[in-house]
T-cell receptor, first 112, second 111 residues
Framework: EDQVTQSPEALRLQEGESSSLNCSYTVSGLRGLFWYRQDPGKGPEFLFT???AGEEKEKERLKATLTKKESFLHITAPKPEDSATYLC?????????????FGTGTKLQVIP | EPEVTQTPSHQVTQMGQEVILRCVPI?????FYWYRQILGQKVEFLVSFYNNEISEKSEIFDDQFSVERPDGSNFTLKIRSTKLEDSAMYFC?????????FGPGTRLLVL
C-alpha cells in the first residue's frame, strides 16, 4: 500500500526566512509525485508534478526536488501570502494505476 | 484559464437521504476523480472514472456510492443513504498527464 508522510506538521516562519518541507513516500512504482497548496475551505491547487529521482521544478519562491524515497519543497524568502497547507501526494503502479495517496500536509504560517 | 466547477458549494441533508454532488470537469480531460476530506484530515481517494466507467475505487467507495457522467460535461457522485460519517468536503478533479486539477469542493453536512 502506498504511503506518504509529511513533516513537519506545522511550520512558522518569519517573512524572508527560507526553509524546506519534507515528504517521505513508499510506492509500488512511482508514476508521479505531486505537490499542492491548499487554503482553508478550498480545493488543492496544483503546484508541481515530479516523475523521477533527480528531477527538480521551480515556480516563483518554490522549488521541488525528488529522490527515490523523499521529496522536498524548498521555500525561498517566503511572504505572508505563502501561508497555506502544502500537500504531497503520490500515484503508483499498483491496482488500477489511478489511485492518488495524499499525506496529511504541512501547515505553513509566514509572519510579516 | 479553464477550471473545474462543483455544485452545490454547501449541502445539508438528513441521515438516510440521498444526495447528488455535481462537477463539471475541464473539457478535453479524460480522467475524472472524486475525493473526500473529513474536517482536519487528509484528502482521501474515492473513485476514478475513464471512458464512462469506473477505472479504480477505494475501500471507502462502497455500494452506497455511485458515479455517472450523464452527459458530455457533467460528472456526478451519488450517495444513496447518507450517514453521519459522510459529512466532509467532496472534491472533484480532472486530469491531464497525471496532473489533477481540483474543483472548489462541496461541503456536505449530514444531520
Amino acid at each position: 500500500e502506498d504511503q506518504v508522510t509529511q513533516s513537519p506538521e506545522a511550520l512558522r516562519l518569519q517573512e524572508g526566512e527560507s526553509s524546506s518541507l519534507n515528504c517521505s513516500y513508499t510506492v509500488s512504482g512511482l508514476r508521479g509525485l505531486f505537490w499542492y497548496r491548499q487554503d482553508p475551505g478550498k480545493g488543492p491547487e496544483f503546484l508541481f508534478t515530479l516523475y523521477s529521482a533527480g528531477e527538480e521544478k521551480e515556480k516563483e519562491r518554490l522549488k521541488a526536488t525528488l529522490t527515490k524515497k523523499e521529496s522536498f519543497l524548498h521555500i525561498t524568502a517566503p511572504k505572508p501570502e505563502d501561508s497555506a497547507t502544502y500537500l504531497c501526494a503520490v500515484q503508483g503502479n499498483s491496482g488500477g494505476y489511478q489511485k492518488v495517496t495524499f499525506g496529511t500536509g504541512t501547515k505553513l504560517q509566514v509572519i510579516p | 484559464e479553464p477550471e473545474v466547477t462543483q455544485t452545490p458549494s454547501h449541502q445539508v441533508t438528513q441521515m438516510g437521504q440521498e444526495v447528488i454532488l455535481r462537477c463539471v470537469p475541464i473539457s478535453n480531460h479524460l480522467y475524472f476523480y472524486w475525493y473526500r476530506q473529513i474536517l482536519g484530515q487528509k484528502v482521501e481517494f474515492l473513485v476514478s472514472f475513464y471512458n464512462n466507467e469506473i477505472s479504480e475505487k477505494s475501500e471507502i467507495f462502497d455500494d452506497q456510492f455511485s458515479v455517472e457522467r450523464p452527459d458530455g460535461s457533467n460528472f456526478t457522485l451519488k450517495i444513496r443513504s447518507t450517514k453521519l460519517e459522510d459529512s466532509a468536503m467532496y472534491f472533484c478533479a480532472s486530469t491531464v498527464r497525471e496532473t489533477q486539477y481540483f474543483g472548489p469542493g462541496t461541503r456536505l453536512l449530514v444531520l
